[in-house]
């Protein structure tokens, strides 16, 4: 029961030209249902391409990328957009909260786009505050909270929509070490609660052994 299977997945940049990039071959990778995996790699490893081919965003050109038992790999982009906006949540370093929208708003629009009415997607953003301990924050625009309040705000946007896997790429990662710390067991409790699975990158071998799993990932040879 893996919620995400990666099967012998390759990729080479610029395949056919005069300078290939060779970055993953023949990976595999599982996150299995409530399983939270951490993805540690050193920087030009390949972490940045493995998160785009597991979030749908990029293809790989060898292997298979199963999603909720659904093979992704040769389906067109409208059911891979559909299948990264129902199934998935992406949380970054930055928070890439709209500046002009409150901290509510921010989880409510996600939803909208989704068909949720108003109603259910103002509850839903209300309760998901509460659990990151942000209620009294509602109605405050990003640049109105701190670092740290602001990348609990983005991890409400992520699970806005109940999504089944969460790829998170350095979630606390701009953030001192301190609230860094404070912010990742909010985002571990968040996980929890909900049964989400996720697969998150992170250079913080701290951070990444408070996972169920670590996973290295090292540059092809
Ligand atoms: P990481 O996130 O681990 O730093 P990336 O996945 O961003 O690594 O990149 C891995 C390797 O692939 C690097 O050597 C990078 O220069 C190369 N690379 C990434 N994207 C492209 C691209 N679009 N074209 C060519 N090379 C790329
Ligand atoms: P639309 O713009 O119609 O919503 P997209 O394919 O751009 O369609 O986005 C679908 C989902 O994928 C959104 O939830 C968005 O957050 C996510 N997404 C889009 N582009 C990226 C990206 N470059 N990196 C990570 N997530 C992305």
Do not use: W
């Not at 012998?8 to 249902?33: H, M, Q």
């Not at 009294?136 to 999504?163: I, K, M, T």
């Amino acid at each position: 029961n893996d919620v995400l299977r990666l099967e012998a997945v390759g990729k080479t940049y610029g395949k056919g030209g005069p300078a290939p990039v060779e970055v993953l071959r023949g990976l595999d990778l599982t996150v299995a249902r409530g399983e939270v995996v951490a993805l540690v790699a050193p920087s030009g490893a390949g972490k940045s391409t493995l998160l785009h081919i597991a979030g749908l965003l990029d293809t790989p050109d060898a292997g298979r990328v199963i999603l909720n038992g659904r093979d992704m790999t040769g389906l067109p982009d409208k059911p891979r957009t559909e299948a990264r906006r129902r199934e998935l949540g992406f949380v970054y370093q930055f928070h890439h909260l709209l500046p002009e929208f409150s901290a509510a708003e921010n989880i409510v629009l996600p939803q909208l786009a989704n068909g949720i009415s108003q109603r259910d997607a103002a509850a839903r953003a209300a309760d998901l505050l509460g659990r990151v301990g942000l209620s009294h924050r509602a109605d405050h625009r990003p640049a109105q909270l701190s670092g740290g309040e602001q990348q609990r705000v983005a991890f409400c946007r992520a699970l806005a929509n109940a999504p089944s896997l969460l790829l998170a790429d350095e979630p606390t990662g701009n953030l001192d070490p301190e609230t860094s710390d404070r912010v990742f067991d909010m985002l571990m409790a968040l996980v929890r609660d909900t049964g989400l699975s996720a697969l998150i990158a992170t250079h913080n071998h701290g951070l990444a052994a408070r996972m169920d799993r670590v996973i290295g990932l090292n540059a092809v040879a």
